[in-house]
Nanobody, 122 residues
Framework: QVQLVESGGGLVQPGGSLRLSCVTS????????MGWYRQAPGKEREFVAA???????VYADSVKGRFTISRDNTNNAVYLQMNSLKPEDTAVYYC????????????????WGQGTQVTVSS
């Protein structure tokens, strides 16, 4: 059974930073790209960032220069370092596994985590 467990969410002031983690179990981590999505209240889930097994990363325009995705292939983990956070970054962030990046676009896999809440507010 594939599990993705996110952690690291919380409440942070505008301009602050958070680091999200996603740890997987099973062999799924090594099979494809990993990604992060987010969903704000009343909005559709949207792509944030993704990374291939060899470290090639793509980002949504809204987070470029502020967020950095990375992965630890030894520990089956992917991270999202979020800096210069804005109130509009407030959302539930979801980890996705077994995806693919084609022509700089991420196609999500079928595995999702349960989500972690990020709230940016003063």
């Amino acid at each position: 059974q594939v599990q993705l467990v996110e952690s690291g969410g919380g409440l942070v002031q505008p301009g602050g930073s958070l680091r999200l983690s996603c740890v997987t179990s099973g062999s799924i981590f090594s099979r494809g790209a990993m990604g992060w999505y987010r969903q704000a209240p009343g909005k559709e889930r949207e792509f944030v960032a993704a990374i291939t097994s060899n470290g090639y990363a793509v980002y949504a325009d809204s987070v470029k220069g502020r967020f950095t995705i990375s992965r630890d292939n030894t520990n089956n983990a992917v991270y999202l370092q979020m800096n210069s956070l804005k109130p509009e970054d407030t959302a539930v962030y979801y980890c996705n596994a077994d995806g693919d990046i084609v022509r700089s676009r991420y196609y999500p896999g079928k595995y999702w985590g349960q989500g972690t809440q990020v709230t940016v507010s003063s």
